[in-house]
């Protein structure tokens, strides 16, 4: 059964809400449970996390580093596209 590292990265992180809601381990309190999401960029989009929330990503962004996973993920892309 293949179901690859994002299932993995699912479950596991689904589980360790869990835990942490019922106090096993860590802690989530239910006003930070309400604004996040195991979904990247998820509670964003919904607008769980304000209105603010875009802009308050884009000030966090280092645009060297934005630029510098582009390439390497377009480089990936192209490298696969060709058989190599």
Same mark, same amino acid.
Request: charged share 20%; net charge positive; hydrophobic share 45%.
């Given at each position: 059964?293949?179901?690859? %590292?994002?299932?993995?990265?699912?479950? #596991?992180?689904?589980?360790q809400?869990?835990?942490?809601?019922?106090g096993? #381990?860590?802690?989530? &309190? %239910?006003?930070?449970?309400?604004?996040?999401?195991?979904? %990247?960029?998820?509670?964003?989009?919904?607008?769980?996390?304000?209105? #603010?929330?875009?802009?308050?990503?884009?000030?966090?962004?280092? &645009?060297?580093?934005?630029a510098?996973?582009?390439?390497?993920?377009?480089?990936?892309?192209?490298?696969?596209?060709?058989?190599?």
């Open positions: 059964l293949r179901l690859g %590292p994002g299932w993995g990265a699912a479950a #596991g992180g689904a589980h809400d869990s835990r942490f809601r019922r096993l #381990g860590g802690s989530l &309190p %239910p006003d930070v449970d309400a604004k996040t999401s195991n979904v %990247p960029f998820l509670a964003m989009v919904t607008g769980a996390q304000g209105e #603010g929330a875009f802009s308050g990503l884009a000030k966090e962004l280092k &645009p060297l580093n934005a510098a996973a582009v390439a390497v993920a377009a480089g990936f892309a192209l490298r696969r596209g060709r058989g190599m």
